[in-house]
């Protein structure tokens, strides 16, 4: 077992003890909290993380293990993470390492030991919160800023290809390009699984580099940081979705806003977990889906002549999903592609899949 003693110490001046859990480090982020109660690899290893300390609040982290298979990148980005207890002895058919293999591999800053429900009310109570994990309990400065070229370090340097192996009938396998702002793999993988082929492409391509590779569709990835970071892709977005039937998630969807002269806000504390009930205002029905983000649209700053607002959250009634009126264009702030968390959502991906072919057929008729 580890004793070494680690510290967190916090924006608010609050300093917390724990203890490494791997090789000690230090490092800093902003503070966030995800309450789901399974998925931690997934958590881990989805790039809008970037810059973060991840504290999770339920508090038993590693027990079914880790794999090769549930990394939604090639490596974690996030900047540290904040655990209760970790599992040393996993059990599960697929599991291939633990949760201490995985933070001493990837050199991820841990502490364990925290309370980490007690730390979140903190986070809750005080908004925004920033912290530093260190084995020095005196460094008490915390830097309280959001790296605003996260983006530049999560995304893609060259153009992937990837090809659907469940090939569409009648016509020809719609064509994807997933501009990556951090994209998680599953989004992908989501894709590839409904007959799409996918080109994963740099998050600064331009609208004829873009043509070169003639999709039919073009997805607007999730990703990390402060959308209102990225506005000089605001030109290129807006193109985008003139130009192809396009599905915006998460930081997508607040590009597509910003895009479109909307603006989007900080939330108190985010919206981090695999619960989060959203109502989709077209049927109805309300999804339980999977979430990460702490920003979110101002649904009164999009202009209704041209935006509709699909989907609310039950919590707080923040926009979580909009639809342009007249082009096939739509975006959600939830995470269709779950992973983790339930694929009650999965409908969106069939939705964009749909205009795609539709658009596959105008233009074969
Ligand atoms: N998962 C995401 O794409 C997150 C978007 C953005 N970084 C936010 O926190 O709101």
Redesign the pocket.
Known sequence: MEEKKGYLILSTGDVLEGKWLGEEGHTEGEMVFNTAMTGYQEVMT?P?YAGQIVVMTYPLIGNYGLNDIDFEAIKPFLAGFIISSPCHTPEHYQSSFTIKDMITTYQIPTLYDIDTRALTRIIREQGEVYGKITSNPNDTTVQQSIDKEIVQKVSVSNVLHFYTKSKQTAQQNPHVVVMD??YKNSIMQTLLELGCDVSVVPFQTTISQLQELNPDGVVL???????EHLTYLKETIKQISDAFPTLG????H?LLALAHGAK?MR?PY?HRGSNHPVKDLITGKVFITS??????VDGESLDETIWQVTHLHVNDQSVEGMIHKVKPVMSV?F?PEAHPGPIDSHYIFQQFVQKLLKKGEKQHA
């Open positions: 989805d809008s702002y951090g990835s999730n990703g990390p940081g402060n959308p998630i998460c930081l997508g607040q989007t939330l985010g979430q990460n983000h702490g920003y979110v702030q995470h």
